[in-house]
């Protein structure tokens, strides 16, 4: 019994030892940082901006798909409208809060999806391309935070747990430059530890709205070979009309 209570003891120790790793100043300083590489984005307010999106896998001739983008970010409501191919010219999904529907403009009908669906056959989730200023303290919890290396920068790595069923993975690292805080690299894994995959970052510019990642790499790694590259292009950061960010405007386009 005695051996039994030892045991006990050990396991509850270690447990303890295990989430003191993220002391409360630290996880704070991580929500800040994470938050500043938001800061540090042009994606702010209204904007508009065209999304081109190509889809390379092992066999497969690479795909190519086209989407407009408008968001208003204080009040999370965004439009999303495929342009390319021609066959799937008019889909597209609605954001209005909580409320996500993704449309199919051949059926004119409506269906309930959640940030987690995919963008056609790409590695890119909904997740990739929204960002609400209060995405990681209402959806995460920090599990490591501390300073390393990716490449020639120094940067602060933080990890994450999903505390919410929003986010498309349950954990989640980021590589965040220490001398402006940008999103250099981001790890995505299952609730088991497994690597899922992984976004790269590789080409910033800077703007008078602020910094652009104007490309970004997305790998699957559980199909080696298979990736998905995403560049921004023609953006805008003029106000847009309310009707934009409802279903009778994505009904009309066709």
Same mark, same amino acid.
């Given at each position: 019994?005695?051996?039994?209570?030892?045991?006990?003891?050990?396991?509850?120790?270690?447990?303890?030892?295990?989430?003191?790793?993220?002391?409360?100043?630290?996880?704070?300083?991580?929500?800040?940082?994470?938050?500043? =590489?938001?800061?540090?984005?042009? /994606?702010?307010?209204?904007?508009?901006?065209?999304?081109?999106?190509?889809?390379?896998?092992?066999?497969?001739?690479?795909?190519?798909?086209? +989407?407009?983008? /408008?968001?208003?970010?204080? =009040?999370? =409501?965004?439009?999303?409208?495929?342009?390319?191919?021609?066959?799937?010219?008019?889909?597209?999904?609605?954001?209005?809060?909580?409320?996500?529907?993704? %449309?199919?403009?051949?059926?004119?009908? /409506?269906?309930?999806?959640?940030?987690?669906?995919?963008?056609?056959?790409?590695?890119?989730?909904?997740?990739?391309?929204?960002?609400?200023?209060?995405?990681?303290?209402?959806? %995460?919890?920090?599990?490591?935070?501390?300073?390393?290396?990716?490449?020639? %920068?120094?940067?602060?790595?933080?990890?994450?747990?999903?505390?919410?069923?929003?986010?498309? +993975?349950?954990?989640? =690292? %980021?590589?965040?430059?220490?001398?402006?805080?940008?999103?250099?690299?981001?790890?995505? +894994?299952?609730?088991?530890?497994?690597?899922?995959?992984?976004?790269?970052?590789?080409?910033?510019?800077?703007?008078?709205?602020?910094?652009?990642? +104007?490309?970004?790499?997305?790998?699957?790694?559980?199909?080696?070979?298979?990736?998905?590259?995403?560049?921004?292009?023609?953006?805008? /950061?003029?106000?847009?009309?309310?009707?934009?960010?409802?279903?009778?405007?994505?009904?009309?386009?066709?």
């Amino acid at each position: 019994m005695k051996k039994l209570a030892t045991i006990c003891a050990a396991v509850a120790l270690l447990a303890s030892a295990a989430f003191a790793q993220v002391t409360a100043d630290q996880a704070e300083q991580a929500y800040k940082l994470l938050e500043a =590489t938001n800061d540090q984005l042009v /994606f702010s307010g209204d904007y508009t901006a065209t999304i081109s999106i190509t889809i390379e896998k092992p066999g497969k001739p690479n795909s190519s798909l086209k +989407y407009k983008v /408008f968001e208003r970010t204080e =009040t999370e =409501t965004f439009t999303i409208v495929q342009l390319f191919p021609e066959a799937d010219k008019g889909s597209g999904f609605l954001r209005d809060g909580d409320n996500i529907w993704m %449309y199919d403009p051949i059926g004119r009908k /409506f269906s309930h999806v959640s940030l987690k669906e995919q963008i056609s056959d790409s590695d890119i989730k909904l997740d990739d391309l929204t960002r609400a200023s209060d995405h990681w303290r209402k959806n %995460y919890t920090i599990t490591g935070m501390e300073e390393g290396k990716l490449g020639q %920068y120094a940067v602060y790595i933080v990890s994450v747990e999903a505390k919410t069923s929003d986010p498309a +993975y349950e954990k989640s =690292t %980021y590589y965040i430059r220490k001398d402006v805080p940008l999103l250099l690299k981001e790890s995505d +894994y299952s609730a088991n530890g497994r690597l899922m995959r992984t976004i790269l970052i590789p080409k910033y510019a800077k703007t008078a709205h602020g910094y652009i990642g +104007y490309q970004t790499i997305v790998r699957d790694e559980l199909n080696p070979g298979e990736q998905t590259t995403q560049v921004i292009s023609d953006l805008s /950061f003029d106000p847009l009309p309310d009707r934009i960010f409802t279903k009778a405007y994505l009904e009309g386009l066709n």
